[in-house]
Nanobody, 118 residues
Framework: QEQLVESGGGLVQTGGSLRLSCASS????????MGWFRRSPGKEREFVAS????????YYADDVKGRFTISRDNAKNTVYLQMNSLKPEDTAVYYC???????????WGQGTQVTISS
């Protein structure tokens, strides 16, 4: 079974940047939509961004649009989330996910912590 492993989280100051990576162990990575979600303390998990199997189409939550960019490298079985202009409210555990559409995901990674200091 394919596994998803996130990396790249950490502590940055407001206005800073981070790039998250999610590596998939499977051979069918390029067949799936991939997404990023996050869960802040005391909140439900929320959608952040998703990308089509070929990488030609993307979708973003309104509060990250213009600041975050999702991309993928199918040759490396990896999806990325470039996060710029970070805000304290972006503090969360970020999860990557695999699915069959922009908004339907069935497999999840373990998450990586992102903390933005004010």
């Amino acid at each position: 079974q394919e596994q998803l492993v996130e990396s790249g989280g950490g502590l940055v100051q407001t206005g800073g940047s981070l790039r998250l990576s999610c590596a998939s162990s499977g051979r069918t990575f390029s067949s799936y939509f991939m997404g990023w979600f996050r869960r802040s303390p005391g909140k439900e998990r929320e959608f952040v961004a998703s990308i089509s199997p070929g990488g030609g189409a993307t979708y973003y939550a309104d509060d990250v649009k213009g600041r975050f960019t999702i991309s993928r490298d199918n040759a490396k079985n990896t999806v990325y989330l470039q996060m710029n202009s970070l805000k304290p409210e972006d503090t969360a555990v970020y999860y990557c996910a695999r699915g069959s559409s922009f908004h339907f995901f069935t497999s999840w990674g373990q998450g990586t912590q992102v903390t933005i200091s004010s």
